[in-house]
């Protein structure tokens, strides 16, 4: 149902399951905040990490590789 407020502006009325569902959305608010945090904490480590890659040696790269590779294997 639409009816007009004090100052003319159209309102509209909301069943009680509505309203209960905005309540809803509302309350997890904090918990969409705390994971978006989490996820841009963890693609600042991932910046990080690449960063700290690019500076590495052909060689390290190498070893790297090699100690990862035996690591998979050892996982089989």
Known sequence: MTSN???GQPT?????EQIAEL?????RE???IRQLTGCV???QRAQEAKHMLSTL???EIRGALELRRLRVG???
């Open 5 to 7: 407020r004090d100052d």
């Open 12 to 16: 509209v009325e909301h069943s009680p």
């Open 23 to 27: 309540f809803e959305i509302a309350g």
């Open 30 to 32: 904090t918990v969409a």
């Open 41 to 43: 904490q963890q693609l």
């Open 57 to 59: 040696t052909p060689a």
């Open 74 to 76: 050892e996982g089989k």
